[in-house]
T-cell receptor, first 113, second 113 residues
Framework: DQQVKQNSPSLSVQEGRISILNCDYTNSMFDYFLWYKKYPAEGPTFLISISSIKDKNEDGRFTVFLNKSAKHLSLHIVPSQPGDSAVYFCAASAGTGANNLFFGTGTRLTVIP | DGGITQSPKYLFRKEGQNVTLSCEQNLNHDAMYWYRQDPGQGLRLIYYSQIVNDFQKGDIAEGYSVSREKKESFPLTVTSAQKNPTAFYLC????????????FGPGTRLTVL
């Protein structure tokens, strides 16, 4: 079964506004979470991550929030740019190794100029 | 049921030996990918193939080789030229190369002794 879920397959946002991508997980043993971005005809590229000891991690326009009690994380992009249009994957692992890396199915973000 | 299979889940090899990792999909996807995952890092693309009998190098192709003789199969050979072969290897597929969601296999952990 899907332990990491991205329930919104697509999202459209106006340029300059905030994009919020959501991700839910079921396994309380997950302690490391990642977001990947994928452009067409390319593999996904690592975007940002967060450890379970934190509830927020920020990198430029990208911020990831983690709510452990709700088993929920979100990726905020502010301000959104047309170049951000891509598919975003949420992933989670239990432990710092990669033995059990679970991915969501992705959310396609379209930023409208 | 449809999906991507990778075998074996764990693989041990002696240094200097070539080893081939299997990846099979029955999703009728055109595109397939190989990634490498190291602890604490995002996925790194090794090779990808958008169509049978065609493939392209990813970010870290040195020391690896692939073939795509059949739509459903995309084996990866880790050669002795790969300096740090011990890692977790993920195969993925997507409907087309210009897509959409990539579906990942369960991975193979390769340990070179």
């Amino acid at each position: 079964d899907q332990q990491v879920k991205q329930n919104s397959p697509s999202l459209s946002v106006q340029e300059g506004r905030i994009s919020i991508l959501n991700c839910d997980y079921t396994n309380s043993m997950f302690d490391y979470f990642l977001w990947y971005k994928k452009y067409p005809a390319e593999g996904p590229t690592f975007l940002i991550s967060i450890s379970s000891i934190k509830d927020k991690n920020e990198d430029g326009r990208f911020t990831v929030f983690l709510n452990k009690s709700a088993k929920h994380l979100s990726l905020h992009i502010v301000p959104s740019q047309p170049g951000d249009s891509a598919v975003y994957f949420c992933a989670a692992s239990a432990g710092t190794g990669a033995n059990n890396l679970f991915f969501g199915t992705g959310t396609r973000l379209t930023v409208i100029p | 049921d449809g999906g991507i299979t990778q075998s074996p889940k764990y693989l041990f090899r002696k240094e200097g030996q070539n080893v081939t990792l299997s990846c099979e999909q029955n999703l009728n996807h055109d595109a397939m990918y190989w990634y490498r995952q190291d602890p604490g890092q995002g996925l790194r693309l090794i090779y990808y193939s958008q169509i049978v009998n065609d493939f392209q190098k990813g970010d870290i192709a040195e020391g690896y080789s692939v073939s795509r003789e059949k739509k459903e199969s995309f084996p990866l050979t880790v050669t002795s030229a790969q300096k740090n072969p011990t890692a977790f290897y993920l195969c993925a597929s997507s409907l087309t190369g210009s897509t959409d969601t990539q579906y990942f296999g369960p991975g193979t952990r390769l340990t070179v002794l």
